[in-house]
């Protein structure tokens, strides 16, 4: 059994003060830095948009931010303009430990498709390339933190278990954006796949 853990965009943009901020996200970063030493392996997400990113409501005249479009894809929600390439807000939090990070993950830098998880883009076909890293280093094991836990956790969580991983998500680690009932949604289909939610 090999161990990872896996951080979810411990970034400004999702902390106090930042574009797409979720409450108490800060609160979270000295828990995940003490956690780490237990792993074989620390992996880092980082949300990754290009300016005018399609999952930015401002890219879409006449729509307002936590409104939803269509996509070819599906159902999008549209955002904040938030973690564009080389921000401040796109940076991770000055006190999270990324000299640990075997491996940093970008995310949502194709413009037209954005990408909750850590594993696929939101078409949930287009390959992010983690789970060839994490197979060829012969990681069976998966412990997710970050935010947030009802989107980009979530979705790497039932990507991870879709494709025969043991994923746990620590939730005193996580915090939610919570967005018409998201949070609640988002737990039930964890444990309906079969994520440890502890
Ligand atoms: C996230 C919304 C948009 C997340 C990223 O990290 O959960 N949420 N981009
Ligand atoms: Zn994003």
């Known amino acids: 059994m090999t161990h990872a853990l896996i951080v979810i965009?411990?970034?400004n943009d999702f902390c106090p003060g930042g574009a797409l901020a979720v409450e108490d996200g800060n609160q979270?970063?000295?828990g995940i830095n003490a956690l780490m030493a237990g792993f074989d392996s620390v992996i880092l997400t980082q949300d990754w948009h290009p300016a005018g990113h399609s999952s930015f409501a401002s890219a879409h005249p006449g729509q307002a931010p936590f409104g939803t479009t269509e996509m070819p894809y599906g159902t999008q929600?549209?955002?904040p303009d938030h973690?564009?390439?080389g921000t401040e807000g796109a940076a991770f939090h000055?006190?999270?430990?990324t000299t640990r990070a075997d491996m940093i993950v970008r995310k949502g830098f194709n413009p037209a498709i954005d990408s909750y998880s850590a594993f696929f883009e939101n078409d949930r076909t287009t390959p992010t390339g983690l789970e060839g890293y994490l197979r060829t280093r012969g990681i069976t094991d998966l412990t997710l933190v970050g935010l947030a836990t009802d989107f980009c956790v979530a979705y790497s969580a039932l990507d991870a278990a879709r494709l025969g991983f043991a994923?746990?998500?620590q939730e005193d680690l996580c915090r939610a954006?919570?967005?018409n009932g998201s949070l609640a949604t988002a737990k039930a289909a964890m444990k309906d796949a079969g994520v440890?939610?502890?």
Do not use: P
């Open 9 to 11: 965009d411990v970034q």
């Open 28 to 30: 979270i970063v000295g």
């Open 77 to 79: 929600v549209l955002w």
């Open 83 to 85: 973690c564009v390439q």
């Open 94 to 97: 000055r006190d999270l430990n």
């Open 167 to 169: 994923v746990s998500v």
């Open 177 to 179: 954006i919570d967005l």
């Open 196 to 198: 440890n939610l502890g």
